[in-house]
T-cell receptor
Framework: SQQGEEDPQALSIQEGENATMNCSYK?????LQWYRQNSGRGLVHLIL?????REKHSGRLRVTLDTSKKSSSLLITASRAADTASYFC??????????FGKGNQVVVIP | ETGVTQSPTHLIKTRGQQVTLRCSSQ?????VSWYQQALGQGPQFIFQ???????GRGNFPPRFSGLQFPNYSSELNVNALELDDSALYLC??????????????FGPGTRLTVL
């Protein structure tokens, strides 16, 4: 399967702490995207990192990509209760589709 | 808000029935993709439409079909519904300026329950 695989699948942290999620994939990608989903509703695009990029920042989010290890990580700094959601990585292989993993459930405790 | 809308929000059908789900893409986007998300799973790609033509299909049977209209809105049709079709159906539109799939903007989804 070309789907991304997130690790850990569930994470519970205190407000103010950092949350780190990892994603692994199988073959060479064009880019990798991270999405957030609240309560089983629509997905919100967080960040896209291209295969020739190693790190990208957006607000409190930091994404890294290691193409040699076929892995990516998403770091949320200074977490807030509103960050409670499911986070999905989605490798894009250039075949017109995003290959979502099963997601990572993050709970931020106030 | 992404500007992508879907209707209806919720739908209950019985096995064997047919269903049509609708999606309006974000202004300026000419590509619409459909995904199925079962409970506790990630979204699975169904198919994509680009300028009214199917432009890629996932591992879904032919009873899943779609259309894209000249205004780039789209429909997903599912015939002969099965219990396993119960899921959240998501559509996503993308901007031609960024490539057909580089960033996808998702609608809120349609929750389909098959009894």
């Amino acid at each position: 399967s070309q789907q991304g695989e997130e690790d850990p699948q569930a994470l519970s942290i205190q407000e103010g702490e950092n949350a780190t999620m990892n994603c692994s994939y199988k073959t060479s990608i064009n880019n990798l995207q991270w999405y957030r989903q609240n309560s089983g509703r629509g997905l919100v695009h967080l960040i896209l990192i291209r295969s020739n990029e190693r790190e990208k920042h957006s607000g409190r989010l930091r994404v890294t990509l290691d193409t040699s290890k076929k892995s990516s990580s998403l770091l949320i700094t200074a977490s807030r209760a509103a960050d409670t959601a499911s986070y999905f990585c989605a490798p894009y292989y250039g075949n017109n589709r995003l290959a979502f993993g099963k997601g990572n459930q993050v709970v931020v405790i106030p | 808000e992404t500007g992508v809308t879907q209707s209806p929000t919720h739908l209950i059908k019985t096995r064997g029935q047919q269903v049509t789900l609708r999606c309006s893409s974000q202004s300026g986007h000419n590509t619409v993709s459909w995904y199925q998300q079962a409970l506790g799973q990630g979204p699975q790609f169904i198919f994509q439409y680009y300028r009214e033509e199917e432009n890629g299909r996932g591992n879904f049977p032919p009873r899943f079909s779609g259309l894209q209209f000249p205004n780039y809105s789209s429909e997903l049709n599912v015939n002969a519904l099965e219990l396993d079709d119960s899921a959240l159906y998501l559509c996503a539109s993308s901007s031609p300026g960024q490539g057909r799939t580089d960033t996808q903007y998702f609608g809120p989804g349609t929750r389909l329950t098959v009894l």
